[in-house]
């Protein structure tokens, strides 16, 4: 099918000039996305940093100071309840201090209004990587350092701390998402060894009313960079630092249902694929489920012949036959740089959203690559379009029912796309 989503933003908005946009979210109808401020050159800068939402028009609904005090890199990571009530939010205050924030619509604000409120704030030992929120708002996982911590709200507008899973002394817990029905969590971990290499786990968290109820860890010979799971929390995986995904699902025994990763004709000129920092996972185990991974493809051996290496993206189903479950390769695309996190999938599993783009040296915003915005049919892996910005691109998410889309960039922009309205005619072309 062609996509209904035109290539040009309805709207863009620069939340605030010289800060980046590290993360995004938006509502399964598309009727609000989230945004959050982020500066990532080195140490030693410090400034204020915000987290703002929007309407689908793109009125600012609020804007609200993660710090009463100047704090250093600022908002890493977002996510919003399906009905746009709670908003959370993650990142750096220092180098040795993380942050969590939840916030909500007040219970007793008058009718028609929107008065937003903190739920809880509170500190961590060290960056927080990913937030991540279930349907109602009432549970949030997030991770940082080695840890997955569990909040819930039940019976009061505040949020406490349930639960704390730990994944290793050396375990580094880069992403984690909740189901949701706030039952099911799944948590990325990586530990680095000699010469850059590394392993990693996967591990999946059931979760009851006061904290995790059980917990299933699963060891690969690769680090695993991000995870996803369904919204009905039955199909979950990751994708590897060798550029490989893994899948698992409620009616398959083994753990992990499969593993895919691509080679040869299956890759942009028979290049090698290494890791890979976007995982996206819809559908359900009772149906089809759809995965797709962004990755980098590795340098070839002359890159100055040929110094377009990219990077790739690459799409899968589970196949079911006899009983058993297979993973059934789809198609890959080569991208212009290797892949970042903003792989994304609606609930239909109808298209793929791409970012990429990459630093000259080390962290964002010094000496940057250009980035582009990708929109694939699923179906046939065609190009939709993409849509290419000054500097690199790192979140970009797709609601659920498909219709619109959300993208930022680290030139300071947000981007808005949807199926439903004509463009803003405030919008530049980007």
Same mark, same amino acid.
């Given at each position: 099918m062609t996509s209904t989503i035109p290539s040009t933003p309805k709207w863009t908005r620069v939340p605030a000039a010289g800060k980046q946009i590290n993360t995004c979210a938006i509502t399964p109808d598309g009727h609000r996305v989230v945004c959050g401020t982020w500066v990532e050159r080195g140490p030693g800068v410090s400034g204020d940093f915000h987290v703002y939402c929007y309407d689908a028009s793109g009125d600012l609904l609020y804007s609200i100071?993660?710090?009463d005090e100047a704090i250093e890199h600022g908002v890493y990571w977002v996510a919003i309840s399906d009905d746009g009530s709670t908003l959370a939010a993650g990142g750096e205050v220092s180098d040795t201090e993380g942050f969590l924030r939840v916030y909500g619509i007040h219970p007793d604000a008058p009718p028609n209004t929107m008065r937003l409120v903190p739920l809880?704030?509170?500190s961590t030992p060290s960056r927080v990587n990913e937030v991540s929120l279930g349907a109602d708002g009432s549970r949030l996982v997030a991770c940082y350092g080695s840890t997955v911590a569990l909040y819930g709200a039940d019976g009061s507008f505040e949020f406490r701390l349930l639960d704390t899973f730990d994944a290793g002394a050396e375990a580094d817990v880069q992403s984690v998402m909740?189901?949701? %029905?706030?039952r099911r969590a799944v948590a990325a971990s990586r530990t680095y060894g000699a010469n850059n290499a590394t392993t990693g786990k996967l591990v999946r968290l059931e979760i009851g009313s006061?904290?995790?109820t059980s917990h299933r860890v699963t060891p690969f010979d690769s680090g695993v960079m991000r995870v996803a799971i369904t919204a009905d929390g039955s199909a979950w995986g990751g994708s590897l630092h060798d550029g490989s995904c893994v899948c698992f699902q409620d009616n398959v025994s083994e753990e992990p249902a499969w593993r895919f990763k691509p080679t040869g004709d299956q890759l942009p000129k028979g290049q090698a694929i290494s890791l890979a920092y976007g995982f996206a996972i819809s559908g359900s185990s009772a149906g089809t489920v759809h995965v797709a991974v962004g990755a980098n493809l590795d340098r070839p051996a002359t890159p100055? %012949?040929?110094?377009?290496y990219g990077g790739v993206v690459y799409s899968l189903a589970s196949k079911q036959?006899?009983?058993t479950?297979?993973?059934?390769?789809?198609?890959?695309?080569p991208t212009a740089f290797g892949v970042n996190p903003g792989v994304g999938l609606d609930e239909a599993g109808l298209h793929v959203t791409a970012t990429d783009g990459k630093p000259a040296d080390h962290g964002h915003g010094v000496h940057e690559s250009a980035g582009h915005f990708y929109l694939y049919d699923n179906a046939t892996g065609d190009l939709a379009?993409?849509?290419k910005t000054r500097t690199m691109n790192w979140p970009m998410a797709i609601s659920a029912d498909g219709h619109a889309i959300v993208g930022g960039s680290d030139d300071g922009s947000l981007y808005y796309w949807t199926a439903d309205a004509e463009q803003d005619a405030a919008t530049p072309a980007p």
């Amino acid at each position: 099918m062609t996509s209904t989503i035109p290539s040009t933003p309805k709207w863009t908005r620069v939340p605030a000039a010289g800060k980046q946009i590290n993360t995004c979210a938006i509502t399964p109808d598309g009727h609000r996305v989230v945004c959050g401020t982020w500066v990532e050159r080195g140490p030693g800068v410090s400034g204020d940093f915000h987290v703002y939402c929007y309407d689908a028009s793109g009125d600012l609904l609020y804007s609200i100071p993660v710090s009463d005090e100047a704090i250093e890199h600022g908002v890493y990571w977002v996510a919003i309840s399906d009905d746009g009530s709670t908003l959370a939010a993650g990142g750096e205050v220092s180098d040795t201090e993380g942050f969590l924030r939840v916030y909500g619509i007040h219970p007793d604000a008058p009718p028609n209004t929107m008065r937003l409120v903190p739920l809880l704030a509170t500190s961590t030992p060290s960056r927080v990587n990913e937030v991540s929120l279930g349907a109602d708002g009432s549970r949030l996982v997030a991770c940082y350092g080695s840890t997955v911590a569990l909040y819930g709200a039940d019976g009061s507008f505040e949020f406490r701390l349930l639960d704390t899973f730990d994944a290793g002394a050396e375990a580094d817990v880069q992403s984690v998402m909740i189901d949701e %029905a706030g039952r099911r969590a799944v948590a990325a971990s990586r530990t680095y060894g000699a010469n850059n290499a590394t392993t990693g786990k996967l591990v999946r968290l059931e979760i009851g009313s006061e904290g995790f109820t059980s917990h299933r860890v699963t060891p690969f010979d690769s680090g695993v960079m991000r995870v996803a799971i369904t919204a009905d929390g039955s199909a979950w995986g990751g994708s590897l630092h060798d550029g490989s995904c893994v899948c698992f699902q409620d009616n398959v025994s083994e753990e992990p249902a499969w593993r895919f990763k691509p080679t040869g004709d299956q890759l942009p000129k028979g290049q090698a694929i290494s890791l890979a920092y976007g995982f996206a996972i819809s559908g359900s185990s009772a149906g089809t489920v759809h995965v797709a991974v962004g990755a980098n493809l590795d340098r070839p051996a002359t890159p100055a %012949a040929d110094p377009s290496y990219g990077g790739v993206v690459y799409s899968l189903a589970s196949k079911q036959s006899d009983g058993t479950v297979a993973s059934d390769f789809l198609w890959s695309r080569p991208t212009a740089f290797g892949v970042n996190p903003g792989v994304g999938l609606d609930e239909a599993g109808l298209h793929v959203t791409a970012t990429d783009g990459k630093p000259a040296d080390h962290g964002h915003g010094v000496h940057e690559s250009a980035g582009h915005f990708y929109l694939y049919d699923n179906a046939t892996g065609d190009l939709a379009w993409s849509v290419k910005t000054r500097t690199m691109n790192w979140p970009m998410a797709i609601s659920a029912d498909g219709h619109a889309i959300v993208g930022g960039s680290d030139d300071g922009s947000l981007y808005y796309w949807t199926a439903d309205a004509e463009q803003d005619a405030a919008t530049p072309a980007p």
